[in-house]
């Protein structure tokens, strides 16, 4: 089916996206319509989810109460959507809390649909997303820079296609609560906020200059609160300037705490982050030399709903980031193409029994075996190790953490022993889907042990809740002692995980 007639099919659906950030939850409902976003509603409340942190970098329970209260009024919004067009991510407290998984489980029952956090750059490539998505389809390059609560986001882009995606660990409520602690203000403290940013911005300066852009674009509540009170105080009739900025630096100083501060134009919800956020935006501009600036409305969550449309109209950009890994780590491409197909039939004869008929049991099996060997680029021995590596920490664009977190616990199961202490990391309700799924890659891996295009075409599959029978035609599995080897192994693994694997030969009639 073509893009068109996808989007056809499936105009009028309701979408929703949710962005659980540092400072603040968002959430937008659309619908689709001729191929189109149409927004509906809007929705944001702070939560400041960063300052419930503790020393042991762990999430309060007063502030994981505040972050699901505000997901339940939410999830009255999205109760009537399909959970397949409901998107939420969390980003960069819940890429730091070390009981962030709590959390999350508690998020996925209230909303009964995935909910996973998301890494820095994707964090930033959705983020660019959004933005390109408000703007003009103009030519000319773009920076584009988000000031969030935890982290800020930086982007080299044209068009809608994204060159430079970069994340620091520089946010509004982070540096509030280090540098303005109590609420309180003073003109050192300020600049000390101001030289830490910029430090920060330093390390992705050079990267940036050396893409080079034409126009420079504001993509967050910081930066929208910056431009408010500048027009509020006649400094600036749209946009921010760094001179503009430097007049609300002397406004905010005037007062010696933020219950003093009085800035035309500036929110009370807004006042507690005004200050660091003003500072993090100075100091992005006085280090990259920006004068000027354009805000936009586009941001996160308006970028993983023009994600989800793009997985369903064109090329879903997580093939693209499988197909770039394994150019780079140069994968066999005919051997993981076998693979990849062999364990495609497999999934069609057990999805129904096996109750893996969810899209992203197919789609990680699929990427499971593209790169299955990429982990060879490193050394052959143990190479199962190095792909999970790989896969685990490298930034793969359209990937949520949890996506690479199964991709790679399958990689590492693939041969050998299975690796539990992989699976104990996903969500417990994923963990026996998971298990099974890494037994099909395994046979689709033993299957396709002599690298060519061996006939399979005889071979059937039979499944149920139990397990796999694999037939074979007579004299098939003797004409391949070790595969036939390597398949009684398999019986063996099976076993112990608790499923049944039959190899036999079918007798002639």
């Known amino acids: 089916m073509n893009p068109q007639a996808r989007s056809d099919q499936n105009s009028g659906q309701l979408m929703a996206a949710i962005d659980m950030g540092s400072n603040s939850f968002h959430m937008v409902l659309a619908r689709l319509e001729g191929g189109e976003v149409r927004l509906v509603r809007k929705l944001g409340e702070k939560v400041t989810l960063a300052s419930g942190l503790n020393d042991c970098v762990s999430l309060s329970d007063e502030a994981i109460e505040r972050g699901l209260a505000c997901l339940r009024r939410f999830a009255q919004l ?33 909303l009964n649909c995935p909910v996973e956090v998301v890494a820095g750059r994707e964090e930033a490539r959705l983020i660019y997303l959004g933005v390109s998505h408000s703007l003009p389809d103009t030519d000319g390059r773009r920076l584009v820079f988000d000031v969030g609560g935890g982290s800020t986001e930086f982007i080299i882009g044209e068009r809608f296609n994204p060159l430079l995606t970069e994340s620091r660990h520089i946010g509004c409520v982070e540096f509030r609560d280090s540098f303005f602690a109590g609420g309180k203000l003073s003109a050192r403290a300020f600049q000390r906020a101001v030289t830490a940013a910029r430090r920060e911005v330093a390390s992705v ?69 005004f200050p ?56 066999d491409v005919a ?46 021995s143990g190479y199962h190790k190095h792909g999970a590596y790989l896969l685990t920490h490298t930034d793969l664009a359209g990937f949520t953490r949890q996506e690479q977190l199964i991709v790679a616990s399958l990689v590492i199961s693939h041969r050998r022993k299975m690796r539990v202490s992989y699976f104990d990391a996903l969500p417990s309700a994923d963990r026996p889907a998971c298990v099974r799924v890494a037994l099909l890659l395994r046979l689709a891996v033993v299957l396709n042990h002599s690298r060519c295009d061996a006939n399979l075409s005889e071979l059937q599959v039979m499944a149920d809740a139990d397990g796999v029978s694999l037939s074979f035609p007579e004299g098939w599995l003797s004409e391949r002692p070790l595969t036939e080897a390597d398949l009684q192994e ?20």
């Open 78 to 110: 999205t109760a009537n959507v399909d959970p397949a067009w409901v998107r939420c991510v969390g980003t960069s407290t819940l890429r730091r809390a070390k009981n962030a998984e709590s959390f999350l489980v508690q998020a996925r029952e209230i």
């Open 490 to 509: 398999e019986v063996q693994v099976w076993k112990q995980f608790g499923g049944v694997l039959n190899i036999f030969e079918r007798v002639p009639s």
């Open 205 to 273: 300066e050079v990267a940036a200059r050396a893409l080079g852009w034409s126009r420079v674009f504001g993509a967050s509540g910081s930066v929208r609160a910056v431009e408010k009170t500048a027009i509020a105080c006649g400094y600036v009739s749209q946009g921010v300037t760094l001179e503009a900025m430097y007049k609300l630096r002397e406004r905010v100083l005037l007062a010696r705490t933020f219950a003093e501060m009085e800035i035309p134009g500036l929110k009370e919800d807004r006042r507690s982050v």
């Open 335 to 380: 051997q993981a193409n076998r693979v990849q197909a062999l364990a495609m039939v497999l999934l069609d004869r057990v999805a129904k029994p096996w109750c893996l008929e969810s899209d992203e049991w197919r789609e990680c099996l699929g990427w499971a075996a593209l790169t299955h060997e990429v982990g060879l680029i490193v050394s052959h």
């Open 276 to 331: 660091s956020g003003l500072a993090i935006i100075i100091a992005v501009c006085e280090q990259l030399k920006i004068e000027s600036l354009q805000t936009t409305d586009g941001a996160l969550r308006e970028g993983l709903l023009y994600d989800m449309l793009g997985r369903l109209a064109t090329e879903d950009v997580r093939e693209r980031s499988i197909r770039a890994m394994m150019g780079r780590y140069s994968v």
